[in-house]
């Protein structure tokens, strides 16, 4: 990847991670009031946001992927510094930008990402 394509990402990461952390804790308040919705939201789906250009949905599904969206972001921008962000982490392909725009914290490519639903689903 690009050193500049890196930058944009890299940003776009960081702005993410920002806005994450900021949702969680919000999201974290609300759920104090309903301690019953802990168990329904403990499996969570694979795929927070590919239908959000910013990777933020704002329904239950995405509240529930918070803290692994968080860890994703934290490994994606490990990788940028790394320089392997951008290299899906299982085949070592790269991942296309169109991708990258949608989920700016994915580790796979789509194929990959594919395998690995059906594999734990
Ligand atoms: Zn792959």
């Known amino acids: ?17 920002s806005r994450v952390m900021a949702k969680a804790r919000e999201a974290e308040e609300r759920m104090a ?13 694979t795929h927070p946001a590919d239908r959000d250009t910013e990777g933020l949905a704002s329904d239950m599904e995405v509240e529930a ?9 934290e490994a994606a921008l490990a990788r940028t510094d790394e320089g392997t962000y951008g290299r899906c982490a299982d085949c070592g392909a790269g991942i296309s930008t169109s ?22 689903g």
Do not use: W
């Open 1 to 17: 990847m690009r050193e500049d394509q890196l930058a944009h990402y890299r940003e776009k990461l960081v702005k993410l991670q």
């Open 33 to 45: 009031d309903q301690p019953a919705m802990r168990d329904e939201i403990s499996h969570v789906p």
């Open 65 to 73: 992927n918070y803290e692994q969206t968080l860890e994703a972001i």
């Open 99 to 120: 991708r990258l725009d949608v989920l700016p914290f994915t580790l796979r490519c789509v194929a990959c990402e594919e395998k690995q639903e059906q594999g734990s």
